[in-house]
């Protein structure tokens, strides 16, 4: 049975066949296998969708003497007839003429039908994506990114590739990783013993970028409506549910708009994407809502269906110190949002997603746009329930003499940013954008809890395993 002669047919195919077809060929992993007499019954999952094919292997195949080498975990190759199957749970079967042990497994294969719990799983990246509940969320991963593509290439935004390897800390929060090809033993130092930097690869100090923003906004003020989708990097040590040191992040950029576009399209871009992993991707999501959230079609048919609330940081902050509830950390004007009273807001209060704007300047980054009232900047979160902040953004500040004075006030250097002052001195324009978490998306479409468990391999403080 060589591999060209007979094209393989996805699992998923052949589940979906409009009738019989007298001979198929399919390839894929054993899930299981039952033995009856004078026959067999092979679980066969190729990754293309949940649900795996029946095998039927009797004495009419050759290889039915081999039958007890097909364990659970083997990687092979059947030949024979799609049939109707006379079973429960299937529309179609294979009766195999021929089968072909393609790759053996023994009996250490750690996916045996028990279940294994989430943190197990995770010390098997490497064979957690052939288990059902990873196989559902890597093709939704897929599937979201080939939905934001679409999204934005439906109304006309260019995607810009942004650099990985930056000078500048964008959020300002000094949680960079630094990229160096100097020596860590024996660096070179400056006169005041400092290491001299000048003589690194780049002859400056450069680092991960934490977002493509910066750039992004270059493109916004030559293309219009421009969107970046990379990964970015943040050295920050919070290890929760919710963090992840590498992560993915889609960020539009749009020229001549401002923060009301900005909220706008924020909201038509999530309610896009779950209705589209809701039309997409049904039997995956059907397992998340039997096994990991019971709750979640319900939550999902109900953010699509409700206009988003939105409130001023202000609102918000005095919504919460009335609401009567002892929070861990306390509520003042000026303080950052916590994701405790992030969550009140979008669970408890509102009941649905809640876009915050106008923070106060001194708590976000230099880049956004002074209000009239000289407090605050024209910022928005978009926060929703189980998972609190899952956009920032903002309009930016377009003025040249409101960004240097916002740069002094951060403490930064007007000729780190000289580009960046130069976008404001020829043709500048107002322009917004936002940055969505990839991966919180993930969690919120599939009510995985933990962001270790949307992406393939985690990078997180101690852990770059795989
Ligand atoms: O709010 P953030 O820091 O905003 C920015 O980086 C802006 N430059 C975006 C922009 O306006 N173009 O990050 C944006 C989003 C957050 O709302 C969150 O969903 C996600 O990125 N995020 C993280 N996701 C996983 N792990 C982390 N450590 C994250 N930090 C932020
Ligand atoms: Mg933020």
């Known amino acids: 049975m060589s591999h060209t002669s007979h094209p393989r047919l996805k699992v998923k195919q052949a589940l979906s066949s409009a009738g019989p077809v007298e001979e198929v060929q399919i390839s894929g992993w054993v899930r299981t296998r039952r033995d009856a007499k004078g026959f067999s019954f092979l679980e066969i999952n190729d990754g293309s969708c949940l649900a795996s094919l029946q095998v039927i292997v009797d004495a009419s195949c050759p290889q039915y003497a081999q039958i007890h080498d097909y364990t659970t975990g083997a990687a092979v ?65 897929s599937r979201l990114a080939y939905a934001i593509h679409q999204f934005f290439q439906e109304r006309g935004f260019v995607y810009v590739h942004t650099p990985l390897i930056t000078a500048s800390d964008c959020e300002g929060a000094g949680e ?58 943040r050295a920050e040590n919070s290890n929760t549910s919710r963090h992840a040191s590498e992560f993915w992040m889609i960020e539009p950029e749009m020229a001549f708009c401002d923060l009301e576009g900005d909220m706008d399209l924020a909201e038509e871009f999530i309610k896009h994407l779950i209705l589209d992993i809701l039309d997409n991707c049904s039997e995956d999501l059907d397992l998340f809502g039997k096994f990991v959230d019971k709750g979640l079609h319900d939550r999902l048919r109900f953010v699509l269906e409700r206009p988003f609330e939105r409130i001023s940081y202000t609102e918000a902050v005095e919504l919460l110190q009335k609401s009567g509830v002892k929070f861990d950390y306390p509520v003042e004007y000026g303080a950052n949002l916590q994701s ?58 377009e003025r040249l003499d409101r960004l240097d004075a916002a740069l002094e006030h951060h403490g930064l250097d007007q000729e780190d940013y000289w580009w960046y002052r130069d976008l404001r001195k020829y043709g500048s324009a107002p322009h917004a954008g936002f940055g969505l978490g990839f991966e919180r998306m993930l969690m919120f479409v599939t009510g995985v809890a933990n962001i270790r468990d949307v992406i393939p391999f985690a990078r997180t403080p101690g852990n770059a395993e795989f």
């Open 340 to 397: 405790e009273h992030e969550r009140y807001l979008t669970e408890t209060h509102f009941k649905r997603p809640v876009t915050v704007f106008n923070y106060p300047k001194e708590i976000k980054p230099f880049y956004m746009r002074q209000n009239d009232d000289d407090k605050t900047v024209a910022a928005m979160d978009v926060l929703v329930p189980g998972i609190g902040e899952i956009i920032g953004g903002s309009q930016r500040e």
């Open 176 to 233: 960079m990783f630094r990229v160096s090809v100097l020596d860590p033993v024996n660096p070179p130092k400056n006169k005041d013993g400092s290491i001299d930097y000048s003589r690194d690869f780049f002859e400056r100090p450069t680092y991960l970028t934490v977002s493509g923003q910066l750039e992004a906004e270059i493109f916004a003020l030559s293309h219009g409506d421009v969107y970046t989708f990379g990964p970015t990097f």
């Open 77 to 141: 190759r059947a030949k024979g007839a799609l049939v109707a199957s006379q079973g429960q749970g299937q529309k179609w079967e294979l009766k195999a003429a021929e089968l072909h042990l393609v790759g053996a497994a023994d009996d250490s294969y750690p996916l045996q039908k028990k279940r294994h719990s989430l943190e197990y799983l995770r010390e098997i990246s490497h064979l957690r994506p052939r288990s059902n509940l990873f196989g559902a969320v890597f093709r939704v991963r």
